[in-house]
């Protein structure tokens, strides 16, 4: 692997950009750009960021909204110099960028094709070749002729994914493309990417969906406040992304929760912890364990559901439901734990939801939820594995 | 193909592109927007014939057809004008370009000016030909030296279209400013008016105009048949070529943090 050439190199990276509120501030600074100074009042939005990427290699840039991904990305295509450091290219670059990939609103989509050849660089007898191909990928119809304006966003990346990828760029840089468009597309584009790696493409992708980073992406690299918080395996970088989500959401939860429960004396779920913690396999042991704070020294009910990501739930069950109340551990706090012997859920993301309820099981006061990931590898559909057999099938 | 090889084919292809696009979404997308571009400086040239000879009864021509003397002069203006005015604004255009590819940003003025000037010297050449069709005494062998001036021409204003272009991307006022001093200077360069009737005081004043001096060494050949360059000419064409050198230093200056600012 190491044998391969470097196709992209950043070292020391940074980005700042000039704030400026007046019109005098705007005069300020093209005087202050005019001299070769920068500008006076700035924005960090990138520091020291180093990284390397070899032919066919995969990078997943994750971090959270304001984090500096968009920018990374765009210095990494040309489209905005750094103010520090180095980046060094080889090969053609081929960007989507938000949504357009640079395509001219005004322009048909027929037109665009044209344009986005022209700046890769491609002879008109070049792009002629690949223009069906492209208008075959974008599955666009009678919309091709249509100037770009009147797209949807969905038809946008359609065209735009359908036009860095027929251009066989060295490197393919993509910024949460996969959000947008339908699912059938997301998945057309997927397996195009898939095929693009096998091939020996490098692929930069930009993502909120940890899924599509995991599944693509040899290495992430997550940027928190324009630096680089951590780099490496992709597995361990999400992993620890996902972590770091969970402790946000958690400590904002948390300290609420006792203080509120305190002084509005109300029954609340005060710990809850997922062993293992994010991820599972399917059909594993999963075990939910927290606390529950009682404001009157009574035994609350304690309800324990699971929910897919959308909402839809799945399964619940409660304390008094089994009879099994929760262990008392202190004067005002409870302990329950709930074994899932062999996890019947099917690969996707879940929540896992802990309720307090009062002693009586009637009242519901409080939820905490944590998010988990069932992994494995199966083509049944639905959520759940339901116990099954096949009559009269042949040995 | 090496880098620099394949950016120059790039860049080429850009340029052809845009300048395509310029050409017919301006000027070829609707019949009218062509007419436009040939009938704005027809009707002007017909105010002025208007207002100066029958209104103001003005003379002086040195015996030379009024017509005659404010077309030559008048259409190299308003093509430099429209020029200008597009070029200064055509970032704008393409801020979505900007903010997501890497290309050269002067492309974009290039392409501008350059589609504005064609055009316009193509009505110019439409123009002299009617005029000398209907009688008037145009000299048609001195497009040999009006077309190096419009060549020089061109270098100026593409330079001064890039200054404009960079500081209109910060400084949205540049726009609004360019059109009354168009205006004013139009007024102050001798177009509608031969630099004889200016009074001596004033006369070296309006004289060290550059564009002027255009407009005298265009009568000269078109109307008078001199043909032979100029020593101004080698100062004109130096003069031209550094204001695109200093426009062009302005542009690449300003030109990276358009991605932040355009749009």
């Known amino acids: ?395 | 193909m090496d880098v620099a090889a394949r950016a120059g084919v790039r860049n080429r292809a850009l340029f052809a592109n845009f300048f395509r696009r310029e050409l017919t979404t301006r000027y070829l997308g609707s019949i009218s927007g062509l007419a436009w571009a040939l009938v704005h400086p027809l009707a002007l040239l017909a105010v002025y014939h208007f207002v100066f000879t029958q209104v103001f009864r003005t003379t002086g021509f040195a015996g030379q057809s009024f017509l005659a003397f404010v077309a030559v002069a008048l259409w190299p203006w308003l093509a430099a004008q429209e020029a200008l005015q597009r070029g200064t604004v055509s970032l704008g255009g393409y801020a979505g370009l900007i903010r997501k590819v890497a290309f050269p940003h002067e492309i974009v003025v290039y392409a501008s000016v350059a589609a504005t000037l064609v055009l316009q010297f193509a009505g110019y050449l439409a123009v002299l030909a009617v005029l000398r069709l209907s009688g008037e005494p145009i000299r048609l062998e001195g497009l040999i030296v009006a077309i190096p001036l419009w060549c020089v021409l061109a270098v100026a204003v593409a330079g001064l279209a890039l200054l404009l272009s960079a500081l209109q991307v910060f400084v949205r006022d540049v726009e609004h400013v360019l059109m009354p001093v168009l205006m004013i200077l139009m007024y102050l360069t001798p177009i509608l008016y031969p630099l004889t009737l200016v009074p001596d005081n004033l006369r070296s004043l309006v004289a060290a105009n550059p564009f002027g001096w255009l407009v005298g060494r265009l009568r000269d050949a078109l109307l008078d048949g001199h043909l032979a360059l100029q020593p101004g000419d080698a100062v004109a064409a130096l003069i031209a070529a550094a204001i695109f050198a200093a426009g062009l230093t302005v542009f690449r200056r300003l030109s990276p943090h358009f991605e932040d600012f355009v749009g």
């Open chain 1, 1 to 395: 692997m190491s044998a391969e050439p470097v196709l992209l190199r950043l070292a020391g990276v940074g980005k700042d950009y000039a704030k400026v509120e007046s019109r005098g501030g705007r005069l300020r600074l093209v005087y202050d750009l005019l001299r070769g100074h920068g500008a006076q009042h700035v924005f960090r939005a990138l520091d020291s960021v180093s990284l390397e990427m070899r032919r066919g290699e995969s990078l997943g840039v994750i971090g959270e909204n304001g984090a500096g991904k968009s920018t990374l990305l765009k210095i990494i295509a040309g489209v905005v110099k750094p103010t520090r450091g180095e980046v060094e290219r080889h090969g053609r670059v081929g960007a989507l960028l938000e949504l357009g990939s640079g395509f001219h609103p005004e322009y048909t989509g027929l037109a665009n094709i044209d344009l986005a050849a022209a700046l890769l660089g491609l002879a008109p007898s070049e792009i002629a070749a690949k223009r069906d191909e492209i208008v075959a990928f974008a599955d666009l119809g009678d919309h091709i002729d249509d100037p770009i304006k009147n797209y949807s966003s969905g038809m946008v990346v359609r065209l735009g994914f359908a036009v860095a990828t027929a251009l066989a760029p060295d490197i393919l840089i993509t910024d949460e493309v996969l959000a947008v468009g339908d699912e059938s597309f997301q998945k057309k584009c997927i397996a195009w990417m898939e095929e693009f790696l096998a091939g020996g493409g490098t692929l930069l992708l930009c993502s909120h969906g940890m899924y599509h980073v995991q599944k693509l992406c040899r290495h992430a690299l997550w940027l928190k406040d324009g630096r680089v918080e951590r780099y490496g395996a992709a597995s361990d970088v999400t992993q620890a992304y996902l972590a770091y989500h969970e402790e946000k959401s958690a400590s904002a939860k948390a300290p609420a929760t006792p203080a509120a429960a305190a002084t509005a004396g109300i029954y609340a779920i005060t710990s809850l912890a997922l062993d293992p913690p994010e991820r599972i396999a399917q059909g594993a042991a999963l075990t939910v364990r927290g606390d529950v704070y009682t404001p009157d020294g009574r035994t609350p009910v304690v309800l324990v559901g699971v929910v897919r990501a959308d909402g839809t739930p799945v399964y619940g069950v409660a304390t008094d439901m089994d009879g099994q109340p929760p262990v008392r551990v202190a004067s005002d706090r409870f302990a329950f734990e709930l074994v899932l012997p062999a996890l019947a859920l099917l690969p996707g993301k879940y929540f896992v939801r802990a309720h307090a309820l009062d002693p009586e099981g009637v009242r519901l006061f409080d939820h905490v939820e944590r998010e988990i990931i069932v992994t494995g590898h199966t083509r049944e559909l639905g959520i759940v594995r339901l116990a099954h057999r096949w009559n009269g099938a042949e040995e």
